[in-house]
């Protein structure tokens, strides 16, 4: 079946986002006055667990009783190290990955669909294209689907079965493009091929599965997939 779409993560795939995160919640723990300091090594091993709610969850499994939150404390935590996200984010400094705004522009070219499929929530979607294009959201993507419209995170499919019913698509015609081992286990498990371009967080992983592994986006050359 011809391409018609690519589909793509966000975090660690369009951009390494993953030290503005670890920053943020940092940032958060702090200001809640919490003993918390997750350093990169960490922050490393917990992002073995997708989405930010689930990853503090994953952490204060292993503390004392005594020392665990309550989830409306959790969740009142994490919204502020959303907020403390999208400052950063939106501050400057972040880039896109090499390589991926010139696949954006020759998928365009092409006449390619593009689709966001990411656990992250929409409103770090929408800061991280207003930082790296300028533009909303849904000017640069055709479907997004985002980690808060869906029960299962990564590596569960449901993220990637939620854009391919937006695109109106089937798997087949899609390609997706991620940086982690999480993330090509949702895409596969949705049955969509996947190529995949390490981040500097998840470099090492097992990619066993992707059609290609590439240390950068520049090197996918979609004439040899599109044909
Ligand atoms: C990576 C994730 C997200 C981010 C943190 O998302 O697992 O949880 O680490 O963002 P992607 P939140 O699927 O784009 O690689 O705190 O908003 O979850
Ligand atoms: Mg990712």
């Known amino acids: 079946m011809r391409l018609s779409a690519l589909i793509l993560d966000v975090d660690g795939t369009l951009a390494e986002t993953e030290e503005a995160h670890r920053r943020a919640f940092n940032e958060s723990f702090a200001a809640a006055g919490l003993g918390w300091r997750w350093s990169r090594e960490t922050y490393a091993g917990l992002l073995r667990t997708a989405g930010g709610r689930e990853r503090l969850r994953a952490f204060q499994s292993g503390l004392p009783e005594g020392e665990r939150l309550a989830a409306d404390a959790i969740a009142a935590l994490h919204r502020d190290k959303t907020a403390r996200y999208r ?6 400094g972040l880039a896109l990955r090499p390589g991926v705004a010139v696949l954006v522009a020759r998928a365009r070219a092409r006449g390619l ?7 992250t929530g929409r409103e770090n979607v929408e800061t991280l294209t207003a930082a790296c294009w300028g533009r909303p959201a849904a000017a640069v993507f055709d479907a997004i689907a985002t980690g808060d419209e869906v ?4 590596p569960a499919p449901d993220v990637y079965r939620l854009a391919l019913a937006r695109l109106g698509l089937a798997p087949a015609a899609c390609l997706a493009v991620e940086d982690s081992r999480i993330g090509l286990r949702a895409a596969l ?4 091929a996947t190529v995949v371009t390490p981040s500097a967080w998840t470099r090492g992983e097992d ?9 950068s986006l520049a ?3 979609l004439g040899r997939i599109a044909a």
């Open 151 to 154: 029960a299962a995170k990564k």
């Open 113 to 119: 669909r593009l689709a966001v499929a990411t656990t």
């Open 189 to 192: 498990a949705a049955g969509i």
């Open 207 to 215: 990619f066993a599965g992707a059609l290609a592994v590439l240390p």
């Open 87 to 92: 400052e950063i984010v939106a501050g400057g």
């Open 219 to 221: 090197a996918l050359d």
